[in-house]
């Protein structure tokens, strides 16, 4: 469900829930039962959880130059010490 906000000319400002897509343009007011014209607002997008926010941001950013990662995000991967056995210098190297 989405919420919309109408505006009474005698009431004022007032948010009505229906599914997304389907609010007309006028519904009536629920203090004096007049038309209400719906009134255009940005989203909500300030209300969202910061996990979300940071996921939208760093998804924003990859789509034109997408980072080169060693490791999956929150891994770390302890550096390899070099060997001396020297059968193990012909093995392929990450």
């Known amino acids: 469900m989405a919420s919309y906000v109408y505006r009474c000319s005698s009431d004022g400002a007032f948010d009505v829930h229906r ?8 519904t009536a007011c629920p203090a004096c039962g007049g038309a209400a014209r719906r009134v255009f607002t940005a989203p909500l ?17 990859s ?13 770390h991967v302890p550096p390899q010490r ?5 059968s193990s210098h012909r093995l392929p190297r990450p």
Do not use: M
Not at 19 to 26: D, H, I, K
Not at 63 to 75: F, K, R, T, W
């Open 19 to 26: 599914p997304l897509g389907q609010a007309p343009g006028c």
């Open 82 to 86: 070099p060997t001396l056995n020297p």
């Open 45 to 61: 997008l300030g209300r969202l959880d910061a996990g979300v926010v940071r996921a939208y941001d760093a998804a924003a950013r």
């Open 63 to 75: 789509a034109h130059s997408p980072a080169i990662v060693s490791a999956p995000p929150g891994l």
